[in-house]
T-cell receptor, first 113, second 115 residues
């Protein structure tokens, strides 16, 4: 069975500062890992995904995440926060070959000017 | 850019009433999904649908729930007799078969409030 833990339901950073959103997962099989972003009154938008291969994956809007199997982590980072990054971020996991996603509880990112 | 749409954006209903939530998936997609998010909780998988039948469902998706693809474009979620605990945001998603099929595209959601 899969599960996802996102540490910190709210994260605040200053504009231009590093963004780090944490995600740990559990999976009995090699996982597919995802980060989604949700802007107010919008649906979930895929930021990036890890399937196989390179463990550092780059996504849209300057975000990247690194799959660390030994730590069962898939933390999301961005070197310099922008005001437009303020949103809710969800980490999700899926079993290889399955097609339903298991989500974390989300982290609301606030960017302070 | 193609997108998943959902109607209505907000539905208010009385306990015990039937509701139908509607979704229009991306036109060339073949897998369809419903998720829900109770306020303050995580997004939870309800059901997936492929080739006109349910391919997978969660424990939440009991006999009160049903899904249908009544025509070539709509995908609906019906709750037969709503309960207070059905109040949540319901998200529809779709994915293709020729792409990496786990990449699901989500709609903006329908907020269901059961009074």
């Amino acid at each position: 069975a899969q599960s996802v833990t996102q540490l910190g339901s709210h994260v605040s950073v200053s504009e231009g500062a590093l963004v780090l959103l944490r995600c740990n997962y559990s999976s009995s099989v090699p996982p597919y890992l995802f980060w989604y972003v949700q802007y107010p009154n919008q649906g979930l938008q895929l930021l990036l995904k890890y399937t196989t291969g390179a463990t550092l994956v780059k996504g849209i809007n300057g975000f990247e995440a690194e799959f660390k199997k030994s730590e069962t982590s898939f933390h999301l980072t961005k070197p310099s926060a922008h005001m437009s990054d303020a949103a809710e971020y969800f980490c999700a996991v899926s079993e290889t070959g399955a097609n339903n996603l298991f989500f974390g509880t989300g982290t609301r990112l606030t960017v302070i000017p | 850019e193609p997108e998943v749409t959902q109607t209505p954006s907000h539905q208010v209903t009385q306990m015990g009433q039937e509701v139908i939530l509607r979704c229009v998936p991306i036109s060339n997609h073949l897998y369809f999904y419903w998720y829900r998010q109770i306020l303050g909780q995580k997004v939870e998988f309800l059901v997936s649908f492929y080739n006109n039948e349910i391919s997978e469902k969660s424990e939440i998706f009991d006999d009160q729930f049903s899904v249908e693809r009544p025509d070539g474009s709509n995908f609906t979620l019906k709750i037969r007799s709503t309960k207070l605990e059905d109040s949540a945001m319901y998200f529809c998603a779709s994915s293709g078969i020729y792409e990496f099929y786990n990449e699901q595209f989500f709609g903006p959601g329908t907020r269901l409030t059961v009074l």
